[in-house]
């Protein structure tokens, strides 16, 4: 296990969403950000309840439980729950621990100081939702 603190930065180095942050910006994703462990099974969201925020996986992998059945993995350096942040309403699947799990936890009001603070993550999220959008049609039309 990496310890908590400093470290933080360098686990926020390997995600994606966050590579084209300065160190400033890490620092601030690090302070505003949670790290949890969660254990197999456990449920990180479900469909159709209110979401107050956005996770990152670090570690492990959840099942992701969408409507009409799709079931998609998402692992390391994904995040899942930004619907519910961008427009208040309920998530949009059911999301399970896959795996053990190390997340990073951005709440409601640190999602949007962050998007203040680093505008570069608003287009990398709005790419991912665009790509998942794109991949439920697909599933759909065939």
Do not use: C, N, Y
């Amino acid at each position: 296990m990496v310890g908590r603190g400093s470290s933080k930065i360098a686990l926020l180095e390997k995600v994606p969403l966050f590579s084209s942050l300065s160190r400033r910006q890490l620092q601030d994703v690090a302070r505003l950000a949670d790290e949890i462990d969660v254990p197999p099974g456990k449920r990180l969201a479900t469909a159709g309840e209110s979401g107050h925020e956005l996770l990152v996986i670090i570690e492990g992998s959840a099942v992701v439980k969408a409507p009409r059945g799709r079931v998609v993995r998402l692992g390391p350096g994904e995040f899942f729950g930004e619907m519910s942040l961008l427009d208040g309403g309920p998530r949009s699947a059911t999301v399970d621990a896959g795996t053990a799990m190390r997340l990073l936890v951005i709440g409601r009001r640190e999602f949007w100081s962050l998007l203040r603070v680093a505008p570069s993550l608003a287009l990398k999220i709005m790419s991912t939702l665009s790509r998942r959008v794109r991949d439920v049609e697909a599933s759909i039309s065939v």
